[in-house]
């Protein structure tokens, strides 16, 4: 019997083929071009922005690699390099969420079950200096087009400047149900108790109090889910991210009801001032 050993075709190792797309954007142009479509140098130049030379030697490294193939004036990627193409476009996009959610994860407990994963196709709006108010009006134009609105969470710093916004929407019809802390909810009944009054009088809002709602906010919308973040010290809304993924919306969906279960109606009363 004979025993046949596979060896590399190669010496080099995986960090170095990383390494050598790396060191040029136009490299990774390149190959994703080839991975969508066969491609010519003139087009391939056209692409990229790369110089006739720069785009000679990448082609001649790939072809050394085995991941591309040429059809008269036409270059395509063969199976490895579409291989290659597809782990590097995954990467490329794991380390752009990363990025968008490094300096705002700490305000997303990792025991809340939502999971980085959830927000690899979100929208990440983060509070800026110049622009503090982006994910509060990243919210808003959420808010602007759904017909049915769910909140569980400390929402101050979030619906407070959205509650002209808010108002409008429930009385053109949107149907919207918020679990408040009791605490929370004294101060937006004390202070904005005709914004109350007209949005529970019109059958449209309802609003529950729970003792021990999350640190985080968590909206539903028709279509998309918001994981809303904010910073203790400042009081101000430092993340949002929303998504329409379906595992996202499973989560959203199950945190909102655990909280709903345990919740009591809000007790809307005379304000003693």
Request: proline share 5%.
């Amino acid at each position: 019997m004979r025993t046949f050993i596979m060896t590399p075709c190669t010496t080099s190792e995986p960090l170095e083929d990383l390494e050598f797309l790396a060191r040029s954007e136009h490299r990774v142009a390149v190959l994703e071009a080839l991975a969508e479509r066969p491609t010519s140098r003139a087009d391939l130049r056209t692409k990229t922005g790369a110089s006739a030379s720069t785009i000679g030697r990448t082609l001649r490294a790939f072809d050394e690699r085995n991941w591309i193939r040429r059809d008269g004036n036409r270059y395509e990627t063969t199976q490895l390099g579409a291989f290659v193409a597809a782990g590097l476009r995954d990467l490329l996009a794991r380390l752009e969420t990363e990025r968008a959610l490094r300096d705002s994860w700490q305000f997303l407990p990792e025991a809340s079950g939502f999971t980085v994963e959830m927000a690899s196709r979100a929208v990440v709006t983060v509070a800026e200096p110049d622009a503090p108010y982006r994910p509060v009006n990243r919210f808003a134009a959420l808010l602007r087009r759904t017909s049915r609105f769910r909140f569980v969470g400390a929402d101050v710093a979030l619906l407070e400047p959205c509650k002209d916004e808010l108002r409008r929407s429930i009385a053109d019809g949107m149907e919207a149900e918020i679990i408040d802390p009791s605490a929370v909810a004294g101060y937006i009944l004390s202070n904005y108790r005709e914004h109350c009054s007209a949005a529970l009088e019109s059958g449209n809002l309802s609003v529950s109090v729970h003792d021990e709602v999350p640190p985080y906010g968590v909206s539903l919308f028709d279509d998309r889910i918001a994981v809303s973040c904010y910073d203790p010290d400042s009081g101000m809304v430092r993340l949002l991210i929303d998504t329409d993924a379906p595992e996202a919306r499973e989560w959203a969906e199950s945190t909102f009801a655990s909280y709903q279960r345990d919740a009591r109606p809000l007790a809307f009363g005379p304000v003693v001032g």
